[in-house]
């Protein structure tokens, strides 16, 4: 399997953007999937997580700013991030849990004015 994330991109502080992990298996037949990122000099941290059954999570840092969803006929995921503070930029990194772990590539978000 693999996971193509797209969506990054250069936004001002308060804007919103809409990331999307794109498979080649269906989004469903990953029991997790998740949003990862990693800002320069920090160590990669979770952003979101939703497992098989639709449990979702959220770390702390997120307070109701973004959501995490799958379209089941896209074989997507996707983090609408809202309310953008400089803090958020990182690149982040769609993963999927499917007997082994996959990771995309990344996609670069920056927040600045």
């Known amino acids: 399997a693999q996971l193509v994330e797209s969506g990054g991109g250069l936004v001002q502080p308060g804007g919103s953007l809409r990331l999307s992990c794109a498979a080649t298996?269906?989004?469903?037949?990953?029991?997790?999937m998740a949003w990862y990122r990693q800002a320069p000099g920090k160590q990669r941290e979770l952003v979101a997580r939703?497992?098989?059954?639709?449990?979702?999570y959220y770390a702390d840092f997120v307070e109701g700013r973004f959501t995490i969803s799958r379209d089941r006929a896209m074989n997507t995921a996707f983090l609408q991030m809202n309310s953008l503070e400089p803090e958020d930029t990182a690149v982040y990194y769609c993963?999927?849990?499917?007997?082994?772990?996959?990771w995309g590539q990344g996609t670069l978000v920056t927040v600045s004015s």
């Open positions: 993963y999927g849990h499917r007997g082994v772990g996959y």
């Open positions: 298996e269906s989004i469903f037949s990953f029991s997790v």
């Open positions: 939703i497992a098989g059954g639709g449990t979702i």
